[in-house]
């Protein structure tokens, strides 16, 4: 039975409003107008977006933020943005308070919000509804003609090329993804189509309450070992969102799915699969992917893409299944995609200095690994100078440099084996120690182990226990040609800016001196 949820004018609180699945919830409610307030103990930009758009933002976690909207009082207005002149760096212009009488407000926590937080013993005490934030997306997604991309990997490039797709149809749609991109300036949009595009996470289970009109699976692997004992209940997790979705599309290229789903429409790489959508004529270069793409037997036309990789086409696929089920010509679908610039930590370009270049993702799955790596190695090998053209196939031009930071314990010691082998596209492999996420470790595995593991089969391979480490190893190992990937679900990303203000500054060889 779905949870009721209030869209009339009662208020939402937001436990930990900065996360990014959290905070684009939060942000389609406060451009609805209704009133949002959230805390959350690290500000940043998409905090600053959710203020500027209307949202009452705390920088801590205590009871009292749970009665905002009930307090007339102007000096709590006052006390709540104290943070502003508090060395935040960030300026925030006062709301209006906005008072809800006789209302205590709706209460939005995710599964890292422990029970022993403060707020979550408030709304207890006060008697809030409370929800989980999956509980506020399936209300959302009820409220639409919805489309839910779920599946291990690539969900967030997936519904973001899904919703820049809808977006360039004039389709005007609402979107909500875990990631930031630059077509709507975030995580999510309002819009006043009919549509919702929504990215549905399995990591807790809570897809299971999703009902989509169009339902899309990418792929099904065992990853959230924190949730999931095993494969099985995974699938049963994607089964459940089967039957509650109107339409599925799914990857024929994933063993998983063809065993265990039956979709409606279906999209594969290969032509001997029979999928309703499939490419041939593909072509890989370091500035994207071209493949000729096919409908029940029948060519559609050329597909252009900027983002690289076999899995960003697999994902463009995807979108070309819904954006047909939806009416829209090939024409103006290949013209959109072929203009998607991806989304933010998705092999992200941060700069390039002296040669180097940076890049930023997300993967933290041994799979995710091998399908960045793939990527990067086209990039760095199509990119070489006609020089070093002959060098192109032993690494010995530009080299991929992999700098992984590990993401929870259990993750590490189930994928153990599995992360020993996902390397092989790197020339120099550097190991973060493990973020733990809030994790014990009672695995009794670490990064070091990890390391160790991976150098096994793996010639070149670095280990850092601490941020500071691998900072300096990267301070050190890296020379002009070099493209430098870090990878990771944790905080390794914090120190790409210093890495790339030391290269900035320091003097290097050129590519040919030293190569």
Request: charged share 15%; proline share 4%; glycine share 8%.
């Amino acid at each position: 039975m779905p949870i009721s949820v209030d869209f009339t004018g009662r208020p939402f609180h937001f436990i930990g409003i900065g996360g990014i699945g959290m905070s684009a919830l939060a942000y389609i409610l406060t451009k609805r107008n209704l009133p949002v307030s959230g805390s959350d103990l690290r500000l940043s930009h998409i905090t600053r977006r959710l203020q500027e758009a209307g949202a009452h933002i705390f920088w801590q976690q205590e009871a009292a933020n749970l009665s905002y909207f009930l307090n007339s009082d102007p000096s709590v207005l006052a006390a709540a943005t104290e943070w502003a002149s508090a060395g935040s760096g960030l300026i925030v212009e006062p709301k209006p308070t906005v008072l809800v009488s006789d209302a205590t407000p709706q209460v939005v926590c995710s599964t890292a919000i422990d029970i022993r937080n403060p707020e979550y013993q408030a709304a207890l005490e006060l008697g809030c509804p409370i929800l989980h934030r999956s509980d506020l997306l399936a209300a959302l997604i009820r409220e639409y003609s919805s489309i839910a991309v779920a599946g291990t990997h690539g969900k967030t490039t997936t519904s973001s090329m899904i919703g820049h797709l809808l977006l360039n149809a004039n389709l005007d749609p609402t979107i909500v993804v875990g990631g930031e991109v630059s077509s709507w300036g975030g995580n999510a949009r309002l819009g006043q189509g009919p549509y919702l595009v929504a990215e549905a996470d399995e990591s807790d289970g809570t897809l299971a309450k999703l009902s989509a009109s169009i339902g899309v699976v990418t792929n099904i692997e065992l990853d959230h070992t924190d949730h999931y004992h095993d494969l099985e209940q995974v699938v049963t997790t994607f089964q459940t969102f089967q039957r509650q979705c109107g339409l599925l599309v799914a990857s024929a290229d994933c063993q998983v799915i063809r065993t265990n789903l039956t979709p409606d429409v279906t999209y594969s790489l290969d032509s001997a699969t029979g999928a309703t959508y499939y490419v041939t004529d593909v072509q890989f270069g370091a500035d994207g992917t071209s493949a000729l793409v096919w409908e029940e037997g029948q060519p559609l036309g050329l597909l252009h893409l900027r983002v690289l990789g076999c899995h960003n086409l697999s994902n463009a696929l995807a979108a070309v299944a819904v954006g047909r089920h939806l009416g829209i010509a090939f024409g103006d679908i290949a013209d959109s995609l072929e203009n998607f610039c991806g989304a933010r930590r998705r092999f992200e370009h941060r700069g390039s200095y002296n040669g180097i270049q940076f890049f930023d993702d997300y993967a933290h799955h041994p799979s995710e690994i091998r399908a960045t790596l793939a990527a990067a190695r086209i990039k760095a090998d199509q990119s070489l100078p006609p020089t070093l053209a002959d060098s192109r196939h032993s690494h010995e031009g530009r080299r991929v440099v992999a700098v992984f930071q590990p993401h929870r314990f259990s993750r590490t010691a189930a994928l153990l084996n599995d992360f020993t082998e996902a390397f092989g596209d790197a020339d120099q492999v550097i190991m973060a120690d493990i973020y733990s996420a809030g994790e014990s470790n009672t695995f009794g595995v670490s990064g070091r182990q990890l390391a160790d593991a991976v150098a096994r089969s793996h010639p070149r391979v670095l280990y850092g226990h601490t941020l500071d480490d691998i900072q300096a190893a990267l301070a050190h190992s890296l020379r002009p040609g070099d493209l430098v990937l870090f990878m990771g679900a944790g905080n390794l990303n914090q120190i790409i800016p210093q890495v790339m203000a030391y290269y900035a500054e320091a003097e290097v060889p050129s590519l040919q001196e030293a190569c």
